[in-house]
């Protein structure tokens, strides 16, 4: 059962072992450090969207030191994203960037994202923290997308029964320069419903957008969480999702994936094979 009740717990712990005068480097080492002792108390609020599928809208899902420190150790660590697929026929369709063009870092063994792993965990009804899938966080620029897609694909033996997508940032990619990115919405086109405009805020509600369905807005801190699966274990065909083109700026997200059992890395083979 899903915990879809805010957590009245503070977020003060976050920033207590860090010195302000310190430099970014040994303010992250700082908060690894902190992560490492134990994750921290904190509070979002949730928001349902949908029941078929289950949605829901998490509201400070990813605190600002976290999405600090994840925006700026991933900036070494990006390689050009790739489709997952189990097979060496769908791996070769995996470099196209006419499907998705972003960049891609895949964090492991980081007691700051370890901690982000058992937040998602405990909220899916606390669900071993073994069953989340590596994070992965994922930079676009302009132009930069990813057609709609979904997260599961049939015949997999252990499949990602839900996801999270959140956001890390939607600026100008520029330090200091406090713009805001434009475009990068995550687009479901299977929504045809009217929303109440409280989700104004977070959705696309303007009468001149052409999408369709429900587009939602790329708000820092916030995520996105939905089921992949019925109840019966089949696969959800209205979570189809895409990300929509930068048109400026940059956004930087996160995936959060969960297995029906525990994750083990896929071996693929090789495209040249």
């Given amino acids: ?30 908060l690894r450090e902190q992560y490492d ?34 925006v700026n150790i991933a900036e070494s660590m990006y390689v050009a994203s790739e489709v997952a697929a189990p097979s060496s026929e769908e791996r070769i369709r995996a470099l196209d960037v006419a499907e998705r063009s972003s960049q891609t870092a ?33 930079k676009y620029t302009v132009g930069d997308h990813f057609q709609h897609h979904w997260d599961w694909w049939e015949g997999t033996d252990n499949p990602r029964i839900s996801s999270f997508f959140a956001y890390l940032a ?19 086109p299977d929504f045809w419903h009217h929303f109440p405009s409280g989700w104004c805020d977070v959705i696309d509600c303007s009468a001149d957008s052409e999408l369709g369905g429900v587009a939602f807005k790329p708000v820092a801190g916030n995520a996105i969480y939905w089921s992949n699966v019925y ?20 956004k930087i997200g996160l995936n959060i994936w969960t297995h029906r059992d525990d994750f083990q890395p896929p071996e693929f083979v090789d495209a040249a094979d």
């Fill in 1 to 30: 059962m899903l915990d879809i009740s805010n957590i009245p717990v503070s977020d003060a712990s976050l920033y207590s072992g860090l010195s302000t005068n310190a430099t970014s480097h040994s303010a992250f080492d700082q």
């Fill in 37 to 70: 002792r134990a994750c921290p108390e904190h509070s979002y609020k949730t928001r349902i969207f949908s029941m078929d599928p289950l949605m829901v809208y998490l509201e400070n899902y990813i605190t600002a030191p976290e999405r600090e420190y994840l």
């Fill in 170 to 188: 939607c600026d100008s990619g520029e330090i200091g320069s406090g713009g805001q990115c434009e475009g990068g919405a995550t687009h479901f």
């Fill in 231 to 250: 109840p019966n274990s089949t696969y959800h065909e209205g979570t189809l999702h895409a990300g929509m083109p930068v048109k400026k700026g940059r």
């Fill in 106 to 138: 895949c964090f492991y063994d980081d007691p700051v994202v370890h901690c982000i792993q058992e937040r998602s965990a405990y909220f899916q009804g606390n669900l071993p923290v073994e069953r989340v899938e590596n994070l992965q966080v994922v």
